[in-house]
């Protein structure tokens, strides 16, 4: 998915630790989202930003701050990282047409020890 | 609750053999459908996609998906599986008209070729 960049791909953190998850996207879409995938859990959804300027906590929002910073980027925050937030992340981006079709990128490998 | 539901986690076909992945939903009314594929270390491709209309809906790799009202189903097919087929493969839904477009995703299945 060559339209939707995240940085960095892998990353290890100590515990109490902050980083930034970087996304964007060239495909001029208005409504970015940041997903978080654990094994056998499928994909849950932590923020979305339906335009620039704002956000919405999705299902697991705790631990996390995002800032869509203009329509091409959106960034997700760990103030304080807890083992519990081990994962991997995924930035998706959503078409504005018929059927809320959403484009990922490749993801971030987040290890918190 | 909204929700989806792939039974099976894991499922492992000879290589070219047929394919159906379950998937099921509960929802208010019907939703679009998607399914998505993962290879290893990769993120979720569009695999296809159901709106309305044809309850058969074709996509890419030579997948092919039927939508079912009557069952809440959304199965995932393939005639003839081939090893680079092997992957997770993700079910999902969003509201018609939801102003989020918020997809709900199934757990997954794990897909595994045997030559």
């Known amino acids: 998915n060559a339209g939707v960049t995240q940085t960095p791909k892998f990353q290890v953190l100590k515990t109490g630790q902050s980083m930034t998850l970087q996304c964007a996207q060239d495909m001029n879409h208005n409504s970015m989202y940041w997903y978080r995938q654990d094994p056998g859990m499928g994909l849950r959804l932590i923020y979305y930003s339906a335009s620039e300027g704002t956000t919405d906590k999705g299902e697991v929002p705790n631990g996390y701050n995002v800032s869509r910073l203009n329509k091409r980027e959106f960034s997700l925050r760990l103030e304080s990282a807890a083992p519990s937030q081990t994962s991997v992340y995924f930035c998706?981006?959503?078409?504005?047409?018929?059927?809320?079709?959403?484009?990922f990128g490749e993801g971030s490998w987040l290890t918190v020890v | 609750a909204q929700s989806v539901t792939q039974p099976d986690i894991h499922i492992t076909v000879s290589e070219g053999a047929s394919l159906e992945l379950r998937c099921n939903y509960s929802y208010g009314a019907t939703p679009y459908l998607f399914w998505y594929v993962q290879s290893p270390g990769q993120g979720l491709q569009l695999l296809l996609k159901?709106?309305?209309?044809?309850?058969l809906v074709q996509g890419i790799k030579g997948f092919e998906a039927e939508f079912k009202r009557s069952q809440s189903s959304f199965n995932l097919r393939k005639p003839s599986v081939h090893w680079s087929d092997a992957a997770e493969y993700f079910c999902?839904?969003?509201?018609?008209?939801?102003?989020?477009?918020?997809?709900?995703f199934g757990k997954g299945t794990k897909l595994s070729v045997k030559p």
């Open positions: 999902a839904v969003a509201p018609v008209g939801g102003s989020q477009g918020n997809l709900i």
């Open positions: 159901y709106f309305s209309g044809d309850t």
């Open positions: 998706a981006t959503r078409t504005g047409l018929r059927g809320n079709t959403i484009y």
